[in-house]
Nanobody
Framework: QVQLVESGGGSVQAGGSLRLSCAASGSIFSISSMGWYRQAPGKQRDLVAR???????TYADSVQGRFTISRDSAKNTVNLQMNSLKPEDTAVYYC????????????WGQGTQVTVSS
């Protein structure tokens, strides 16, 4: 079992920055990848960024160059630095962890709200 706890959401004006953190606990040795997803009202949950155990990262086209995912192995946390925020970044952001052999995400945090006003 893996437990994920997000923090750092909030409200910001367009052009501002926020930093999300996700603290993992439990069977963290089984995690092969961690990612951040977001879901806006009435829309599906989409991948924002992910980082695999080797350190490689992937970003959605919509956040490339503005968001940075990183991990702190000593603290068992994964962070999402979000710069140049836009109103369309408004969503609930979820941290996810993958322990399955196919790499699919099977553990999720509770979500944290990010609101960007114009």
């Amino acid at each position: 079992q893996v437990q994920l706890v997000e923090s750092g959401g909030g409200s910001v004006q367009a052009g501002g920055s926020l930093r999300l953190s996700c603290a993992a606990s439990g069977s963290i040795f089984s995690i092969s990848s961690m990612g951040w997803y977001r879901q806006a009202p009435g829309k599906q949950r989409d991948l924002v960024a992910r980082i695999i155990s080797g350190g490689s990262t992937t970003y959605a086209d919509s956040v490339q160059g503005r968001f940075t995912i990183s991990r702190d192995s000593a603290k068992n946390t994964v962070n999402l630095q979000m710069n140049s925020l836009k109103p369309e970044d408004t969503a609930v952001y979820y941290c996810a962890a993958a322990t399955r052999s196919d790499g699919s995400y099977d553990y999720w945090g509770q979500g944290t709200q990010v609101t960007v006003s114009s």
